[in-house]
């Protein structure tokens, strides 16, 4: 009717809870305020269905939040792997007289010309630490577009002073590496890496350096650097 106002609210929800919170005065003397028993039976009926269509609703959503975050999380972990699994083929395929063979056989694009790809940038942030077992552990920050991979050297310098060349110690398919080889009886060791990509190589990076201590790495089995009374990581 014209000018009346609403009292039950239009909303679904809101319906439900003004019914829920009346249903026990109306039920508690009907007839004193104008209903019969069936009304009542009836509202609390409806009441009952509404609350239950709107629990399962509920459970719904939430079920279905979370299996969005598991889909989600599931399908983040199948990329990555995906990913690495083309970067060891194309640094395969780098490796064969007929990358073009390797490409074809797992169904992926070779990379692109160098003319269309250019070097690799220089790998930065190099730093180099003892790991629990005495191991020298590098990490660097390096692009991995274009199926770069990163060839690591290493020089060493002796408790007398001596320093040896650069020489080529690895490649590397991740951004970190665990040296199994440190020789033994050093006051140092260092390294450097570069990017290689097949469009070309990037220059190497600053190096970076494990002072052993004054008396050098005096564990007999090599790859395993002994404790010492100075243990200092820098770059240069």
């Known amino acids: 009717m014209p000018g009346q106002t609403t ?21 508690a003397d009907p007839t004193s305020i104008g209903l019969t028993v069936e009304d009542i039976t009836a509202i609390t009926g409806t009441s009952d269905s509404a609350r239950s269509g709107l629990d399962d609703r509920t459970a719904a959503v939430a079920a279905a939040k ?4 598991t889909w989600h999380a599931a399908a983040e972990t199948n990329r990555d792997l995906a990913r690495e699994l083309v970067r060891k083929i194309r ?25 269309e790809l250019p070097a690799p940038p220089v790998p930065t942030d190099l730093s180099v630490a003892l790991d629990t077992q005495g191991r020298a552990v ?4 390096s692009s991995r577009f274009g199926g770069t991979v990163w ?4 020089r060493t310098t002796t408790v007398q002073g001596q320093t040896s060349a650069w020489a080529d110690l690895t490649t590397v398919l991740e951004r ?3 040296d199994q080889t440190t020789p033994a009886g050093m006051a140092a060791v260092a390294y450097r ?5 097949p469009s070309g190589t990037s220059a190497y990076s600053l190096p970076a350096t494990l002072t052993i201590g004054a008396g050098g790495n005096q564990q007999a089995v090599a790859g395993t650097i002994a ?7 820098k770059a240069g």
Do not use: C, M, N
Request: glycine share 4%; proline share 10%.
């Open 7 to 27: 009292t039950v609210p239009a909303g679904d929800r809101a319906s439900l809870l003004f019914t829920e919170d009346h249903l026990a005065a109306w039920s």
């Open 66 to 69: 979370a299996s969005t975050i």
């Open 91 to 115: 640094f395969y395929a780098t490796q064969q007289a007929d990358p073009d063979a390797v490409y074809a056989a797992a169904q992926i694009p070779a990379p692109k010309t160098p003319g």
């Open 138 to 141: 590098l990490r660097f920050e």
């Open 151 to 154: 060839g690591v050297q290493r």
């Open 176 to 178: 970190e590496f665990v």
């Open 193 to 197: 890496v570069r990017a290689e990509r």
């Open 227 to 233: 404790p010492a009374p100075s243990v200092e990581s």
